[in-house]
């Protein structure tokens, strides 16, 4: 971790200087007033910066939060409803409002928008996020602005992102960005709150080591999440091999050409991860847990094999057969997360038992494995994806 000093020669950061596909994501707090109506001023402003940068030839997707606070005033609302349903109701409100807005900004410039909103399920299945990105891509090549956002109407407290900053992580690799830009009410990411008191800004960040000794506190009045969803989504995106700057909307144009302003999280990786696993580890919740003895823990972790029955000492929740659930070892810890092959009601029947007892008891069509190593990713200590 770098921490600002007067003293350092700032460089640019040709990474980002040289993307030329970047995800940009701001937050409500940067698109709407306290009293819950679109800011307009700085709407344009933002969209100033956005239609340069496309200008200039680079390809821009844009994630913007601010449905439910941009519903609020016309709702009458004065403070972010906390229950789902009034959520869904200011969301259906402002996010109408949003775009309109957005449309007439980016046509001072004759450029055109696509609003495109996404459920967590969207991103979870796979056929899904092949069908989200097949729609980036179409409206890229078309040159228009995709305007993303949570599909927060017909979104539900079991499966929901909530804040738009993993999800802009996570449209950044489906989309195969070159960077992702996050735009909050604040600079940079600091030591602490730099509401409360004595904080200094981070410049650099190179893994979540860095982050050890760092104070992320909670959201402002009309964001969600506050830094550690940021900080979550660097980690994904970095995870990812997609570098990100996270800045306020006041610096984005230094941000996109790559000035050194706010906070920059290296990539962690090099290498783009397989999509599928990437999507298990960070996109999906598991629907139960499989509890295993040691020698499944060590045969799923260090040696990467399936999971067979014989391993599963235990079954909690209610899934079914395809849905994600976490493998959980002896104490309770979550080692690994897999789509699992059967419904929760049918494992116990298999429970300590051989494939081949299986088979010859209850019929070929039990041999299989409980997740098939393919459909496993393997957690480590933070909750990262485990290389494979
Ligand atoms: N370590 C930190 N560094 C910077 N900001 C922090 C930190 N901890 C908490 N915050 C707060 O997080 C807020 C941004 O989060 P949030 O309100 O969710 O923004 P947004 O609506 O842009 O997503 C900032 O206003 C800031 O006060
Ligand atoms: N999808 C939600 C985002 C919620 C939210 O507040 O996100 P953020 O401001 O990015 O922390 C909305 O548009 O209101």
């Known amino acids: 971790m770098i921490i600002e000093a007067e003293t350092a020669t700032p460089r640019i950061r040709e990474a980002i200087a040289c993307a030329r596909r970047v995800v940009v994501k701001a937050g409500s707090s940067s698109l709407t007033t306290p009293q819950g109506t679109i800011d307009a001023d700085r709407i344009d402003a933002l969209v100033d910066v956005l239609a340069a940068a496309k200008n200039a030839g680079r390809q821009i997707v844009f994630v913007s939060s601010g449905a439910i606070a941009a519903g609020m005033g016309p709702l009458g609302l004065t403070r972010r409803p906390t229950d789902l349903a009034t959520q869904q109701a200011a969301a259906s409100v402002g996010q109408g409002l949003l775009v309109a807005r957005y449309t007439s900004s980016f046509a001072r410039y004759g450029m055109r928008v696509g609003q495109v909103l996404l459920t967590a399920d969207d991103l979870m299945r796979r056929a899904h996020h ?174 990467r094999k399936s999971l067979l029955p014989a391993g599963v000492t235990g079954v909690e929740g209610d899934f079914s057969a395809g849905d994600p659930v976490d493998v959980v070892d002896g104490e309770g810890r979550v080692v690994a997360r897999g789509l699992v092959n059967y419904d929760a009601g049918e494992i116990p029947a298999l429970m300590g038992r051989s494939t081949r007892w299986l088979a010859r008891e209850l019929g070929p069509e039990y041999q299989r494995e409980i997740i098939h190593r393919d459909d496993l990713v393997i957690l480590d200590r933070r909750g990262d994806e485990g290389a494979r």
């Open 130 to 303: 092949r069908n989200a990105r097949r729609a980036l891509e179409q409206l890229l090549a078309m040159g228009i602005v995709p305007i993303v956002n949570e599909n927060d109407t017909v979104a539900t407290d079991e499966i929901r992102f909530g804040d738009n900053d993993r999800l802009a992580a996570l449209v950044a690799h489906l989309v195969r960005a070159d960077a992702l830009i996050l735009l909050s009410d604040v600079d940079a990411l600091y030591t602490g709150d730099p509401r409360h008191g004595d904080a200094r800004r981070i410049t650099d960040v190179h893994g979540p080591d860095d982050l050890a000794d760092v104070k992320l506190g909670g959201s402002g009045r009309v964001g969600t999440g506050g830094m550690v969803t940021k900080v979550e989504a660097a980690r994904i995106a970095g995870g990812a091999s997609v570098p990100v700057v996270l800045t306020n909307a006041a610096s984005a144009a230094a941000a996109l050409a790559g000035e050194p302003v706010g906070t920059y999280f290296h990539p962690t990786r090099a290498q783009r991860p397989s999509t599928r696993l990437l999507w298990l580890a960070h996109a999906t919740t598991g629907q139960g847990r499989l509890i295993l003895d040691p020698g499944a823990v060590d045969a799923v972790v260090r040696r």
